[in-house]
């Protein structure tokens, strides 16, 4: 017992950082909090001293800081925003430059990063900079952030997306981990009863039954109106989370008392939680939350025909239809199939524990830039 105490006095203590947007943090925070726990128990390589949180938007601070010891600021999301080319380019540089400055000094050890978005890019490249090593857990396959190249390490759901990054993308250093961690995050929100009471829900919106309706970024505002069309004809209870859209915008667009929009961002979990059904436009985040509760769904075929949700979607018996489709394939809306998503996740969380317990970025060398331009080219298509 003394020996082990002697140890543990001379331990080395790491900072960690992590960077994504709200979706993709929820596959990082799983991992965080397994981190802590085998910290407790004495069974981790090293002391977890902070864990620190860079956010991209005033939502993401809110999600991240309750699982952080320190967050900071990165920049703003620029989706649906339009820039010159030169513009944007000053704007990202400003953002990495932010992302810099959130890293210089802090003794980072590792950065861990999920997701496809610009919060990705600016928080690797400024940890090059800086010489942090970087972990990268991706599950967006066909569509990568092209910077993962220059991460010291990718992690991917399955075998066979393994050898996809490898064989198009000349990514090396890429390991399966076998499942979603994200799966756990939305399991774990329903065990701890941190949704919101399905009566409360029943009560405020004046319906016990209804389908929910996300407006995801698989659409493009000229959609909103057919797909408005389309769920009226069905005839049934529902409510939007206009998400990613102007709420007022879709307000005018509804004809039917039977539809009600919700507030522009709300705890999606606890209204898929209360919804008979679900019909989304969205990515992999909403497809494994879909899985996760086993809700009767469709997933609306967006412009992103290739994609990791896709494939998942179709492993789950999720049906893809255009929205011209909706009416006919909601009269057979199969249920779907019973998937080891939590189960997966839960392995997955403990091959990520492994690899960030013996890191050695000695040994992990990035892909480099032959990659990173294989990836960059891959991505015009997805523009």
Same mark, same amino acid.
């Given at each position: ?17 992590? *960077? ?32 620190? #949180? ?183 209870? *529902? ?35 209360? *919804? ?5 436009? *969205? ?24 994609? #990791? ?58 892909? #480099? ?15």
């Amino acid at each position: 017992m003394e020996s082990k105490g002697t140890e543990s006095k001379f331990m080395e203590s790491k900072n960690i950082a992590i *960077a994504g947007e709200i979706t993709p943090s929820k596959t990082i925070i799983p991992v965080m909090e397994r981190l802590r726990e085998l910290e407790k128990e004495d069974k981790l390589s090293f002391k977890l001293n902070k864990i620190i #949180g860079l956010y991209h938007g005033e939502s993401s601070k809110a999600f991240l800081e309750p699982y952080c010891d320190e967050v900071y600021s990165i920049g703003e999301g620029r989706r649906g925003k339009k820039n010159s080319t030169g513009k944007l380019a000053f704007l990202i540089s400003k953002d990495i430059l932010k992302s810099y400055n959130a890293l210089k000094g802090k003794n980072i050890d590792l950065l861990i990063t999920a997701g496809n978005a610009g919060d990705v890019r600016k928080a690797i490249v400024a940890a090059n900079i800086l010489r942090i090593p970087v972990l990268h857990i991706e599950q967006d396959i066909y569509n990568p952030i092209e910077v993962i190249s220059q991460a010291n390490l990718v992690t991917v759901p399955s075998e066979d997306y393994k050898k996809y990054l490898e064989k198009n993308y000349q990514l090396k250093n890429v390991v399966n981990i076998n499942g979603y961690p994200m799966a756990k995050y939305v399991d774990n929100q329903i065990k701890e009863g941190s949704l919101i009471d399905k009566d409360e829900i029943y009560g405020e919106y004046g319906m016990k039954e209804f389908v929910l309706l996300v407006l995801g970024g698989d659409l493009r505002e000229e959609d909103i109106e057919p797909l408005i069309r389309a769920v009226e004809e069905l005839n049934l209870k *529902a409510l939007i989370a206009p998400y990613r859209f102007d709420r007022n915008m879709v307000q005018e667009l509804v004809l039917s008392p039977n539809i009600k929009i919700l507030p522009q961002y709300v705890d999606l979990l606890s209204f898929m939680n209360a *919804a008979s059904h679900l019909i989304y436009a *969205a990515g992999m985040g909403m497809t494994i939350e879909a899985g996760v509760f086993n809700i009767p769904s469709l997933k609306i075929e967006g412009f992103h025909k290739t994609h #990791g949700s896709v494939d998942l979607a179709k492993e789950l018996n999720i049906p893809i239809v255009k929205i011209d489709e909706i009416p006919k394939a909601f009269e057979n809306l199969p249920d779907q199939k019973e998937s080891d998503l939590v189960k997966n996740s839960e392995i997955a969380i403990e091959k990520l524990v492994d690899l960030i317990n013996d890191f050695d970025e000695k040994t992990l060398k990035r892909s #480099g830039f032959k990659s990173t331009k294989e990836i960059w080219n891959s991505r015009k298509e997805f523009r």
